[in-house]
């Protein structure tokens, strides 16, 4: 696991540490001294140092040689994971004069700059090494980091390296380049920024003088003047005040229009009226030679709406730094590590004495062979080597019929396989990002629409309207009351002091900020809205195996007449292909022993079982019922037997081999710590159900835990459970399902929160709406509350923000408020909010993360993290209309 | 009164040289990045390892 997942994981890594802890206590648990992973052995050692693998050896030897030790002071366990030794020649296309000429920022033959986006940056030490980079290899020149943006500009000279080269050395110490073609054209914001930065700079240096000219006038000294330099003062304030309204406020002008033309009002437009009344009103007032006009409000109100705009676009680089970074969730596949290293790519066909590990995603590197098994998701674009591949592209393109592809195909990342396990070989790296993507997808959103959202967007349309019809009407009134002046100052002062910054920010800002809470216990959700939907839920839906049962490799007991070697062979053969909980346990107690055959059309009927054709013989594993209904009933031996009441609870898993029932393997259940704890907390505020494909042999002991009186319905089939949260639905239930991404999938995608459990093997279901870990499930109620507290912060800062308008607008309306005060309160305003918002959900939240692991969280990270953390103070003003996400 | 005038305008000529200042650090990419840096300082206690200086050292010998 490389130490970006590491630290984003952190809690999920501990929980990993303490079950392993757990199972062998006599070991002491080593981390490894470049990424501080857990070692598995003792195998790599260099002096005192331990290290988890061999790559991580690799780049520690490779720094050391090079003097760069420092590397390790910097920070606590700096390191990426090593994925050994990088070959050149995967990189070999990267010189190629086309796509040097795109990927270049410069070159003139004996110095070229280019600029990569390097996912793995998370550490100041990584800034360190990556600016050190000359130190590793002759050729490579200067280089700089941009930590934010997380990319690295290096200098080279390509005469004496080549780009393949440079890549290659950044690929040998764990950075990676992404090298996608989107990233190449992305390069576009600088530009933006610039901009905007000149903007603040115009607006503040017009803001100082006309303070300077204004002064006179502040301190009564206007009979020093003179009427001649009074006028000239005036003239010149109006001179400063136009490039500030015209270029500085530029962007509210664009986004104004924009809405106008959309005849829609946005909070922009409320400004916009204000700037404008507000210039006409002090050029009146200057030519006409009656005052001084409110131009230094003017220009102070762009300036500081211009400085919060520039603090918000911070903030919000920061939490998107720190989203990329937690939003590393838990998905492993298998990886086929064949003894005979990477010979070549001839053999496909050869079966050679291979291992298979789980290997976390990050792990994953270009050139892996990994293992899809049936209900899988592709991981990265990658070659098809072994097995007849039938993809279902309905994630990525809403198309559900799969597609069939044979050997050396071309697979695209984000396709599901369907049918027997295939073997393919990674050719891209894996981008994280993109699997995130997938997730938010909008064909995966609930149809039931995202109420918070549309709430808010509802209300701001709604203030804008009361806020200028406020205006108006109070200018009204003081213009027929006889004080037009007073009617003009309290117009503008509504329109500024106005606020609706806890309406466009409040929501965005606590459930990002309670998002990434959770994503530190292990609860990944596919964005903050799914939180506001986890408020609302008031029945939860369980399934049994492998979400209340956790899966130990102990306890798998065969009943039935022995079965021979060859039998087991098979068995394994053909459960190494499905996802299951049940087959992952069966094929991982097997997998030591044998290695697998080939498997013949297989097939896998979800909540079922699976069948296949091994060595010519036919075998089918799966429930009992399943089993029997596909053949007619063959005498069978063992019926009674099956019954084992106590503190375990066993899924029977039944197998035939040619039609014959040769007897059925039963897998040890325990439940999960803490179940009981858990459903007695629950069981006073939800409906509870349990909905489980496996037989009824545990119905006592969960009427027990649910209570008497809850829904218990065994042997369901996957549409039956769709069937069950579509009842629901219709009695007006919000339903959570608690499930397991493959036979659950169509109930996940049902309810109003899909929950996926996962153990070690996750299969990634879009449908989802929330990742869970599965050691988390005890803890479903304190995250459901979590949940519900976050919702009542949003509540809380509308009205916080409702309250303070109320009273900003009465006083402005009244037009005793002078323009420049409102502009100074508007902004402390948006910031006590947003401040309110963001530091009660971590409070909170605090909370919830108990105190050890909060401890072990920032151990982890106190290097990097609590540093940006400090940045993080959410200082924020108004106004997200231009600044995107 | 002409001293003001002066002085006004001697003000102004230099706010007015601030301001361009400012705009040509802008544009220059000074505040491209404004938070590596603030990290890049921490790790300077390793002194004089720059790259310049590292191609100095090699010529030497």
Known sequence: MSDVLNIALDAGAAGTTLKMGARDASVELVSCFHCGETCADTT?????????????????????ENGMQHFYDLSHYPGVRGKGAARREQWAFLDEPELQQRLLDFTDGTFSRVTFHLPTIHCIACVWLLENLFRLRPGIGNSQVNFLKREATICFEPQKISLSEVVTVLASIGYEPALTLGELDRRKPVSVRKRQWVQIGVAGFAFGNIMLFSLPTYLGLDSFNGPLLH????????????????????DYWKS????????????????????VALYSQSVFEIVSGRGEGYLDSLVGLIFFLLCGRAFQQKTHDRMAFDRDYKSFFPLSVTRITANTTTAGHGAHGVTRPATEETVSLSQVAVGDRILLRNGELIPADSKLLQGAALIDYSFVTGESAPVAKSGGD????????????????????????????????????????????????????????????????????????GNPMRGLKAFTSVLIVACPCALALAAPFTLGT??????????????????ERMAQVNSIVFDKTGTLTAANDTGISFQGAPLGKMEEQWIYSLVRHSTHPLSARLASHFQNDFSPEKVASFRETPGCGVEGWVSGREIK?????????????????????????????????????????????????????????????????????????????????????????????????????????????????????????????????????GVAVVEKIGTFSPASDVILEG????????????????????????????????????????????????????????????????????????????????????????????????????????HSSFSKP | MNVILILIIMSLGIALFFLSGFIWSVRSGQFDDTCTPSMRMLTDDERAKTFSDSTKNKKTP
């Open chain 1, 256 to 275: 104004a229009l924009l809405s106008m033309r959309q005849r829609a009002l946005t909070l922009d437009v409320p400004i916009v009226l204000g700037l």
């Open chain 1, 231 to 250: 006028c000239l003062f005036g003239y010149l304030s109006l001179a400063f005040a136009l490039p500030v309204l015209v270029y500085s406020a530029g």
């Open chain 1, 410 to 481: 071309y697979l695209y990342a984000g396709g599901k396989q369907t049918g027997a396990a295939i073997e393919v070989e990674i050719v891209k790296p894996v981008s994280q990002s993109y699997l995130t993507s997938l997730w938010n997808h909008e064909a995966f959103q609930k149809n039931r629409d995202d109420n918070f959202n549309t709430l808010t967007n509802r209300y701001s349309r709604r203030f804008t309207f009361i806020v200028i019809t406020v205006a108006v009407s109070a200018a009204l009134f003081w213009v027929l009351a």
């Open chain 1, 44 to 64: 790599c050692s260099s002096g005192e140092k331990a290290f988890c693998c061999q790559g991580c050896l690799i780049i520690h030897d490779l720094l050391t």
């Open chain 1, 621 to 753: 594993i799966g429930s009992r019922g399943w089993i029997e209904s596909a053949k007619a009933s063959l005498p069978s031996e063992n019926n009674g037997d099956r019954q084992n009441a106590g503190p375990t609870v066993g899924s029977g898993v039944c197998v035939a081999i040619d039609g014959a029932i040769r007897g059925t393997f039963v897998l040890a259940n325990s439940l999960r710590a803490d179940t009981d704890c858990l459903f007695q907390k629950l069981s006073a505020n939800y409906q509870l159900a349990l909905l489980s494909g496996d037989n009824d042999s545990d119905r006592q002991r969960f009427s027990s835990l649910f209570g008497n009186d809850r829904v218990l319905r065994f042997n369901q089939t996957p549409l039956d459970k769709l069937n069950f949260i579509r009842d629901a639905h219709a009695k007006g239930a919000t339903v959570m399902m608690v499930g397991d991404g493959l036979n659950d999938a169509g109930a996940l995608k049902q309810s109003d929160v």
């Open chain 1, 514 to 531: 309670a998002q990434r809470m959770l994503a530190r216990i292990g609860v990944f959700l596919r964005n903050g809205l799914v939180l």
């Open chain 1, 775 to 878: 050691t988390q499930v005890p803890r479903l109620f304190e995250i459901l509350r979590f949940s519900q507290t976050s919702a009542r912060i949003v509540r809380l800062s509308f009205g916080v923000s409702a309250a303070y308008n109320l009273v900003g607008i009465s006083i402005a309306a009244a037009g005793i408020l002078s323009p420049l005060i409102c502009a100074v309160l508007m902004p402390i305003s948006s910031l006590s909010v947003v401040l309110f918002a963001c530091g009660l959900t971590r409070w909170v939240g605090r909370h919830l993360i108990s105190n050890d692991e909060y401890r072990m969280m920032n151990g982890a990270e106190s290097a990097d993290v609590d540093s940006t953390g400090a940045l993080l103070t959410p200082f924020v003003i108004r």
